[in-house]
T-cell receptor
Framework: GENVEQHPSTLSVQEGDSAVIKCTYS??????FPWYKQELGKGPQLIID?????GEKKDQRIAVTLNKTAKHFSLHITETQPEDSAVYFC????????????????FGTGTSLTVIP | NAGVTQTPKFQVLKTGQSMTLQCAQD?????MSWYRQDPGMGLRLIHY???????DQGEVPNGYNVSRSTTEDFPLRLLSAAPSQTSVYFC???????????FGQGTRLTVV
């Protein structure tokens, strides 16, 4: 099965600085890569996703890059704000296949981001 | 729109007890899943369903049962609780494959 590794496990940045979280995956069949943000006491919430036919995607201060050859993808948060403090998870999914295996996401182990005011 | 609702939010069980974690969604999603979240291990898939009457095992299914009699509900049953099942459990639903998973608020389970 798929193995997703995520680094770093903790990250502290000053408000206004950028934060970068990196993930690698093992299954070359994976072709959908979402990023989830989890605030304390809540369930994860999708913040951005990317598919394998795209190298980069941006949404305001958040961007994700994908390198399929190297099997890694990264989350970039610019101009960080205190409300960005949360745990971030990357995930991978193989969309194609004869059998419908649902949305079997393989998640990374999470990055706890702290933005210091 | 309530989204995905999980009950209870907290539960303490004794070893050997059984219980059912409830999950309901009101978005008419076909796909539903159960994950457990443990420190340093991210979220791991327990069981999933691609529609009413259809369920399958995920990465860590041992000790858990599921059923899907309706589109809305996807309960997770612990047959005989063990301390290793102490975790935070999340239910999620999706419209279709490769789309956003909507998560519930989680159930924090402690087995003593």
């Amino acid at each position: 099965g798929e193995n997703v590794e995520q680094h770093p496990s903790t990250l502290s940045v000053q408000e206004g600085d950028s934060a970068v979280i990196k993930c690698t995956y093992s299954d070359s069949a994976s072709n959908y890569f979402p990023w989830y943000k989890q605030e304390l006491g809540k369930g994860p919430q999708l913040i951005i996703d990317i598919r394998s036919n795209v190298g980069e995607k941006k949404d305001q201060r958040i961007a994700v890059t994908l390198n399929k050859t190297a099997k890694h993808f990264s989350l970039h948060i610019t101009e960080t704000q205190p409300e960005d403090s949360a745990v971030y998870f990357c995930a991978a999914l193989a969309l194609h296949g004869a059998r419908d295996t649902g949305n079997q996401f393989y998640f990374g182990t999470g990055t706890s981001l702290t933005v210091i005011p | 729109n309530a989204g995905v609702t999980q009950t209870p939010k907290f539960q303490v069980l004794k070893t050997g007890q059984s219980m059912t974690l409830q999950c309901a969604q009101d978005m008419n999603h076909e796909y539903m899943s159960w994950y457990r979240q443990d420190p340093g291990m991210g979220l791991r898939l327990i069981h999933y369903s691609v529609g009413a009457g259809i369920t399958d095992q995920g990465e860590v299914p041992n000790g858990y049962n599921v059923s899907r009699s309706t589109t809305e509900d996807f309960p997770l049953r612990l047959l005989s609780a063990a301390p290793s099942q102490t975790s935070v459990y999340f239910c999620a639903s999706s419209y279709k494959r490769g789309t956003e998973a909507f998560f519930g608020q989680g159930t924090r389970l402690t087995v003593v």
